[in-house]
Each structure stands twice: as structure tokens, then as C-alpha cells.
């Protein structure tokens, strides 16, 4: 399962101009704002912030007036993991392959990995993978059921292949 509720940590800056009454309203905001849907990588893309276990007490940033509060919170995760089978939505076909989208994650499915039976149909509209007699035909936006071989962290975003490549673990 892909889908984790973990403990995680972020730093808020406010500008004093948020100092008031609504300050720990301001910070809760600022926090749903900042991580929802962001990708962490090592714990995969924040789905959404479901406590906030802490708001930590303001750092005052020399020279600068702003507010660091360090912010604990318990949030949902999205990370797949190699093995998983997952389905995905077929966003693009051409002649190296097929691209797929796993919720908010990308896909790349080789050539390779495709059925040897299934030959891709540059001329048809749209483009796409079949087997010769038709019966299985895979196009842009058809949901397909895939095993993920691996995944790599990317900056923050983390990078789905279903071919098996010597140089990817």
C-alpha cells in the first residue's frame, strides 16, 4: 500500500505583519499551503495534512523581522514502491514506449516491457500499441494495470520506470 500517515516537520516564515490574534490560524494556513502536494522524495508527494501535533515557539530571523515557527504535523503520503502493481492512465504512445501517470507521479513503460505480441501503430488516430489482430489495443487515456521495477528520487519528485534497466536499481 502507497498510501502512509507519517510524522513530518516544516518551518513557516511569517512577516510581522501577521502577529495577532490570528496568528496560529495564519501558520496552520501557510502550512496546508506549502506541503500539500509537494513531493518530499524520500517520503513520496503529501496528499494532505491530517494534524498538527505542534507549532513550535518563533525564532525571530536577524536583520530581517520575519518569524521561523518549526511546525510537527501528521500528514497522508503517496510512494509507490518497486513490485507494487498499480493502474495508471496512459498520457502519451510513441515508438519508444508508453507514458503513464500514477496519480500525480510519471510513468515510463520501455518498449521492452511491452508485450512482444503488441506492435506500435504509428498510423493509427490515436497512436497506438496492438496486437495484430486488434483485440488488445492500448491508446492515449486507457487506464492500464502496470508492476512498477523502479523508482528514483529526482529533486522533489520521484521518477517511475517499468523497464529494466542495467544502470537503475
Known sequence: QFHHSIS???EILLHPRYFGPNLLNTVKQKLFTEVEGTCTG????VIAVTTIDNIGAG??????????YPVKYK??????FKG??????VTQVNKVGLFTEIGSMSCFISRHSIPSEMEFDPNSNPPCYKTTDEDIVIQQDDEIRLKIVGTRVDKND?????????SES
Open 42 to 45: 524520500k517520503y513520496g508527494f
Open 75 to 80: 500528514a497522508i503520503v503517496f510512494r509507490p
Open 158 to 166: 520521484i521518477v517511475i520506470w517499468n523497464h529494466q534497466d542495467s
Open 59 to 68: 525564532v525571530i530571523q536577524p536583520g530581517r523581522g520575519f518569524v521561523l
Open 8 to 10: 513530518l516537520e516544516h
Open 84 to 89: 507494487e502493481v498499480v493502474d495508471a492512465v
